[in-house]
């Protein structure tokens, strides 16, 4: 089973702590500072212990070697919240989803320096993404909100299904993924289809039980919606929708996380028994080929936990949140698997943003 980001692993993680003691130790830089030649620096969202208030984002400048461990902190004087869930840049902003905390926080872009504070009461929010100057923030109340990224202002909500997570725009329509998860063992397997103009409702397309993450293809043809299963019996999965007809055309097994890079996609499963957990690489224009490994000079990662590819070069940043309630890593990779260099983060590294 995965529980990658709360309420589920949220809820593990508050047992670990209890029951393990939690033993983060401050993140110490590398020996060697690393050297991104296409990027200046990049944000890291850690996000903690759920209800334990300790979300942080921190900043690895590749310029300077610099790290600074709770950036949001240092910079605005306050802490981040509790449970932060989701971190992207759009426009010059970086928006944060801090899930029990219930608010989306807006920061300037350059220098993480809080603009405002998006209060959500009770919704619990969870994922967002953006199209055309608004926001679009899952929920795990059930509802979508849609934020105005110039005034910053709620707009509109509708309801999705049953615990929203991952969403994605593609050809003039809102994906979102309802993952039912907090009704185990009775998961949800839709994802709703929105007019993104008007949030009317057109569709609901069954996938894999507990859909969680969503991406769309670059040129616009395909939704990629994995699944996490059902932690015992059910593997988590990933399905390719076309989004001109909206109909699954094709399904991967043994897949709990992804990203995609083109015509491929760098995906992961998680075993907890496992001494470590495979990455590998799936190509998108061969349906029938096996996913071959990724990682190629003997790398291991004990618990993946999040994924994203720097769109500037290529190279693939992995986290390793370790057992959860230790500091977590950042390794990145070349383009064929080679590990490039790796360094401490906080406690439960999840999402990446590059700045260049």
Known sequence: MHFKQPFFHGIILFMFAVFCGASCQPPTPPPTPPVDTQAS??????????????????????????????LFLEINQRGLGDTGNDLKRYGNKLYCVVNNSHRVEVMDFATAKSIKAISLPGKSPR???????????????????RIDTATLEVEQSVHSGNNPEGLCVCNGKLYVANSGGLNNPDYDKTVSVFDVNTLTLLKTIEVGINPYMVAASDNGQYVYVCTRGDYIDQCGTLSRIDAHTDQVSQTWQNIQNFCLDGNKAYVYEVDYNAASN????????????????????GTNLQMPYGITVNPLNGDVYITDAHNFTVTGDVFCFDKNGKKKFSFSAGLNPSAIVFKQ
Do not use: W
């Not at 900043?59 to 709770?70: I, K, L, P, V």
């Open 127 to 145: 994922h967002i993404t953006f199209h055309q100057n608004k926001a679009y923030v899952s929920c795990f109340d059930g509802d979508v909100v």
């Open 278 to 297: 495979p990455v590998k690489v799936l190509d998108l224009t061969n349906p029938d080929m096996e996913p071959t490994l990724f990682i190629t000079d």
């Open 41 to 70: 620096g990049i944000y890291i969202l850690n996000e903690g212990l759920f209800q334990h208030n300790n979300s942080t984002i921190s900043f690895y400048n590749f310029d300077t070697g610099d790290f600074r461990a709770d």
